[in-house]
């Protein structure tokens, strides 16, 4: 079975500092990873995804993600937050052994850039 | 393009009446899906459709039911709504299942009392 784990509800960064949303996953066999966000009263966006290659993967607004297979980790980080990136994200998984099933979600991690 | 539409933006049910949620893409993708999202519990599958003509179940699709219209439509029923179905309704699409980006539409804000 897959499965996502965000284990922070909330993370609080002041403007200007990096910021880092942990994202943990459990798969059977080589994970397809992708970070989302939204912003109050709106739909989710897409940020970025791995599916092969580079460990590390670029995204929109200056987010990056680093695949570690090792930790079984895709957490999402950025070089200096702005409060504009305050917003709800939340990290998703795919078990490409399973078929035609869709992404699993995490319960998403509530971002607090401060100004 | 429009991307992902859904209406209605905003409903308020009494229990036990039924309505029907729209959702439309313009993008000519394969993939639907629904989704609600309840505050700490993330998002979570309801049902989905990999391509016209198919539906499977997700996650949480007791007291729903879906149809998929044709590629571009993506319906969800609540036949007898409850209180536990107030929730914020998302759907999304994607041009496959497998590794593709899915894209959400606004939402729909559904309260049953």
């Known amino acids: 079975a897959q499965s996502v784990a965000q284990p922070e509800d909330q993370v609080n960064v002041a403007e200007g500092n990096p910021l880092t949303v942990k994202c943990t996953y459990s798969v059977s066999g080589n994970p397809y990873l992708f970070w989302y966000v939204q912003y109050p009263n709106r739909g989710l966006q897409f940020l970025l995804k791995?599916?092969?290659?580079?460990?590390l993967v670029k995204g929109s607004y200056g987010f990056e993600a680093e695949f570690n297979k090792s930790q079984t980790s895709f957490h999402l980080k950025k070089p200096s937050a702005l409060v504009s990136d305050s917003a709800l994200y939340f990290c998703?998984?795919?078990?490409?052994?399973?078929?035609?099933?869709?992404?699993?979600f995490g319960k998403g991690t509530r971002l607090s850039v401060i100004a | 393009n429009a991307g992902v539409t859904q209406t209605p933006k905003f409903q308020v049910l009494k229990t036990g009446q039924s309505m029907t949620l729209q959702c439309a893409q313009d993008m000519n993708h394969n993939s639907m899906y629904w989704y609600r999202q309840d505050p700490g519990m993330g998002l979570r599958l309801i049902y989905y459709?990999?391509?016209?003509?198919?539906?499977d179940k997700g996650e949480v699709p007791n007291g729903y039911n879906v149809s998929r219209l044709n590629k571009r439509e993506f319906s969800l029923r609540l036949e007898s709504a409850a209180p536990s179905q107030t929730s914020v309704y998302f759907c999304?699409?994607?041009?496959?299942?497998?590794?593709?980006?899915?894209?959400f539409g606004p939402g729909t804000r559904l309260t049953v009392l």
């Open positions: 998703a998984v795919r078990d490409p052994t399973t078929g035609n099933t869709p992404l699993v």
């Open positions: 459709s990999a391509s016209e003509g198919t539906t």
């Open positions: 999304a699409s994607s041009e496959g299942v497998r590794t593709d980006t899915q894209y």
């Open positions: 791995y599916i092969t290659g580079d460990n």
